[in-house]
């Protein structure tokens, strides 16, 4: 209840912030984009992890508003970042969305109209959803995620293999990739790579790009990559970056 308090104070005044983690090729190892995931930087707790924060925004309905912030704010960064840098125009930004966003009427009305208002290259911009908003209502969630790609958005299943995906619908959704979650990528050497290698099979089958989240180990890039997925992220290659780190990323590949 505490927390919930400090956060409807936060929301009002603005103490969140985004960051930016890389996702590579990992054949060569070069930045692709970037996945934006908020922090929390509280005035006296310090950086509060969106782990925590999140699910008590989602119980309270804190989490429209901070999604709302959330998504002007990766927009607004991404036009600057296509504004100054034309190679940015080959990236792509991965934003998160909750399942409780997805469930308001308005949300793709609202965001098409900021992509216009800030006259946005849409082409590298997706958005990532759980597993579980897919299952719990089938039929809307293939209507919701047709809006997003009828105003030009790509889509990527977040955590996968860690809900209850149901496979037969998952080749009915207008889905573009599919992030592979890191707790398979830190079984992999260990245990037998079964699953990943039958996730990556999958995608490929459907049309998906694949995205290993969570990667630590060199063994593990090598592995995934001789598994043939295409792009990873993970602390071997950068942690979640600030703006200005981000920037000069960026800023690297001119
Ligand atoms: O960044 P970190 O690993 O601490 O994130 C923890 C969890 O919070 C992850 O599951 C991540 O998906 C989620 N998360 C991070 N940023 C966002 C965001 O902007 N929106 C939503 N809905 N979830 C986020
Ligand atoms: O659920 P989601 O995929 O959005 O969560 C992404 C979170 O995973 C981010 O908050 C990020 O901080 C965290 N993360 C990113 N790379 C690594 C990694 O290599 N290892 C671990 N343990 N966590 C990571
Ligand atoms: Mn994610
Ligand atoms: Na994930």
Known sequence: LELEQELRKAIKNKEFCL??????????????????????QHPIRGVVSPGLFIPIAEETG??????DWILHSAINQWRDWQEQFPSCLNLVLHINLSPLQ???DNLFVKLEQLLIEKHLDRTGLKLEITESCLISNQVKASRVLDQAKKIGLQLCI???????????????????SLKIDRTFVQHLGQKDDAIVRAIIALADNLG???VAEGIETFEQWQQLRALGCEFGQGYLFAKPMD????????????
């Open 19 to 40: 960051y930016y983690q890389p996702i590579v090729s990992l054949t060569t190892g070069e930045l692709v984009g970037f996945e934006a995931l908020v922090r929390w």
């Open 62 to 67: 804190l989490i429209y508003e901070l999604g």
């Open 102 to 104: 997805l469930s308001q």
């Open 158 to 176: 977040d955590d996968f293999g860690t809900g209850y995906s149901c496979l037969s619908h998952l080749q009915e959704l207008p889905l573009d």
């Open 208 to 210: 998906m790009e694949v």
């Open 243 to 254: 703006i200005h780190q981000a920037t000069y990323a960026i800023a690297a590949l001119q």
